[in-house]
């Protein structure tokens, strides 16, 4: 393994689209959620410069088009209306949730909703170094539901400045609920199961469709049929361009179609429930908090990097 990093490499890294790109996936994927885990939490990005910021915030809106513009903005000396940024991101209902920062927010802003720390360059203050990750140290009542505080916080490594500053922090374990939108999903798809179940013993030689029917559904046969007619719409809203939907796009374009989706159930339901995940955007993934170490072996594969639970403090 090399002593050292040289500047052109180390640039060539982080401008690399293929990296930011993974950075992204992992960070959304495994980032502390709020909003019954439907949405990421207050997260702060700490880019190297103002180019690397604006490259970052492009791959956001070209991984997740639906947020585009308005979910990550690029908060720095240089961004128009800073103040007011800064204003809406220390609101925990407001966008942006994501803040990408030069500078700007490593000290003095206190948000303590904020529960991602990404750091995304390289840092050789030790001081700076523990000035950033106090943004995440805040407590916050209630953030992840009634009775639920904030006592910890993540903090996404990919630069090993933890490592340089030889701070061995341990690795600790967090539950956290499944998403609301994915235990909804797959509840959903649980009854069409069992609808279909009870339906198959009354009826063995097979269901029959049932007509067309207006207002609140008032057989057995009409909520399955709502329910399915529900989830294919959820399915055909997911946004194959995603990097995370794009390795269930099959899956997806398949159960996408009106006509399938009285098949949605029994051993159907298994693969739209993977799919339902992906299209909710619901932290698929392990939830615990334990070290991804980047292998060092490829630049792609530091996206894997350190993420680690963190104790808030008052």
């Known amino acids: 393994m090399p002593e050292r990093v040289e500047a052109e490499a180390l640039n060539k890294w982080l401008f690399n689209k293929d990296t930011v790109d993974k950075v992204l996936e992992h960070l959304m994927r495994r980032g502390l959620r709020v909003a019954g885990g439907d949405r990421l939490g207050k997260t702060i990005i700490f880019a190297k410069n103002q180019p690397h910021a604006k490259f970052i915030a492009e791959r956001?809106?070209?991984?997740?088009?639906?947020y585009k513009g308005e979910f990550a903005r690029m908060i720095t000396?240089?961004?128009?209306?800073?103040?007011?940024?800064?204003?809406?991101?220390?609101?925990?209902?407001?966008?942006?949730?994501?803040a990408i920062s030069v500078d700007m927010l490593d000290t003095g802003i206190d948000v303590p909703e904020v529960v991602n720390l990404v750091l995304f360059k390289l840092v050789r203050s030790k001081t700076k170094f523990w000035q950033m990750l106090g943004r995440g140290t805040r407590?916050?009542?209630d953030l992840f539901g009634p009775g639920k505080h904030k006592k910890f916080f993540y903090l996404?490594?990919?630069c090993q400045n933890r490592e340089y500053f030889s701070q061995d922090i341990p690795a600790a374990e967090s539950a956290l609920d499944e998403p609301l939108g994915e235990r909804l999903f797959k509840a959903r798809l649980e009854l069409i199961a069992e609808l279909d179940q009870r339906q198959s013993e009354?009826?063995?030689?097979?269901?029959?469709?049932?007509?067309?029917?207006?207002g609140d559904p008032a057989?057995?046969?009409?909520?399955?049929?709502?329910?399915?007619?529900?989830l294919q719409r959820e399915v055909a809203a997911m946004h194959l361009d995603n990097f995370v939907v794009r390795p269930h796009r099959r899956l997806v374009e398949r159960y996408a179609k009106p006509e399938l989706g009285k098949a949605l159930g029994g051993g159907a339901?298994?693969?739209?429930?993977?799919?339902?995940?992906?299209?909710i955007g619901a932290g698929s993934g392990e939830r615990g908090s334990q070290a991804f170490r980047s292998t060092g072996a490829e630049p792609t594969a530091r996206a894997d990097?350190?993420?680690?639970k963190l104790c808030a403090a008052a």
Do not use: M, W
């Open 77 to 98: 000396f240089e961004a128009d209306y800073a103040q007011s940024l800064i204003d809406n991101f220390s609101n925990k209902e407001k966008v942006p949730h994501i």
């Open 202 to 214: 009354a009826e063995p030689k097979g269901v029959q469709e049932p007509p067309a029917h207006y």
């Open 60 to 66: 956001f809106d070209a991984n997740y088009p639906h």
């Open 305 to 308: 990097a350190l993420r680690t």
């Open 139 to 141: 407590l916050c009542a």
């Open 269 to 279: 339901g298994g693969a739209v429930a993977g799919g339902g995940r992906v299209a």
């Open 219 to 230: 057989t057995e046969a009409e909520v399955r049929r709502t329910l399915a007619e529900r």
């Open 156 to 158: 996404f490594d990919y």
